[in-house]
């Protein structure tokens, strides 16, 4: 047990420097958990894991505060939604099987990459001038789909996140991550109320993940605002090719 609770340590402070960057962190420590935590429901892996998913991605959004221009009043109508949205759609994951979405997910993803490489300039400045309303059209259903996905299944909303704010609002990779962020919390808060209320939180292992989420976190966010939108640029491909390999491997060759 102390073997696997240092490495479940390791996978969450990877999880949490990915996640500052360009999200996607449960993408490591979500199989991390399932495959250490053998022995648990996964509804229970899977709240236990949204604890270091919040201090490691709060952590990120106070860095990225200090030296990022916030839309607060767009982000606080987007928080609200996200955080009931992933509270049923947690609600949702207890109650039925999920692999029926990795097949559409794999599609997406894979022509995000090629979207993502062909464009040089994609996410590297602000495009688009939204009105008011449209900007406010779009900030909900970023935060009605993306914040149920994040409670329902999870791994990849952050980058899910970063990619919605770019291509539906216009905002630069910078931008994106650090807005991202924010709206990220609050899908990770409403899913822990549910788990919590639930019973289904191992706060033996999710408190130690959540110092080394938190320190990954902090790490990831510095490194993006110094290095700016190239290196998030190709840290997304990175990781938006890494969450394409994990969806086909489950897809196509692993055992139901």
């Known amino acids: 047990m102390p073997t696997d609770l240092i490495l479940l340590c390791l996978a969450a402070f990877a999880a949490g420097f990915i996640d500052a960057v360009v999200g996607g962190g449960g993408l490591i420590q979500t199989p991390a958990g399932l495959i250490l935590l053998p022995n648990y429901a996964v509804a229970t892996v899977i ?11 709060s952590i990120a959004a106070w860095q990225y505060s200090r030296k990022v221009k916030m839309d607060w009043k767009l982000l606080g109508v987007m ?3 996200s955080f009931t949205a992933a509270f049923f759609g947690s609600w949702l994951l207890s109650q039925m099987h999920n692999n029926f979405m990795k097949p559409l997910l794999l599609c997406i993803l894979v022509l995000v990459a090629v979207y993502t490489y062909s464009k040089k300039n994609f996410g590297t400045h602000t495009l688009k001038n939204h009105s ?24 990849g ?24 962020k924010i709206v990220n919390m609050a899908t990770n808060l409403g899913s822990i109320i549910f788990f ?6 191992l706060f033996a292992i999710a408190l130690p993940m959540a ?3 938190a320190a990954g976190g902090a790490a990831g966010a510095r490194m993006a605002i110094v290095k700016g ?6 840290f997304f491909l990175v990781i938006v090719v890494g969450t394409i390999i994990r969806f086909a491997y489950d897809v196509f060759f692993k055992q139901s």
């Open 132 to 155: 008011l309303q449209q900007q406010v059209i779009f900030s909900v259903l970023i935060s009605l789909s993306i914040g149920f996905y994040d409670g329902f299944i999870g791994p």
């Open 211 to 213: 110092v080394a989420n």
């Open 47 to 57: 709240g236990t894991l949204k604890i270091p998913a919040f201090c490691g991605t």
């Open 196 to 201: 919590a209320i639930s019973g289904k939180i």
């Open 157 to 180: 909303a952050g980058s899910f996140l970063v990619l919605a704010f770019i291509i539906l609002l216009g905002f630069d990779f910078l931008k994106a991550s650090a807005n991202a």
């Open 79 to 81: 928080t609200a939604i």
């Open 229 to 234: 939108n190239k290196f998030i640029r190709i």
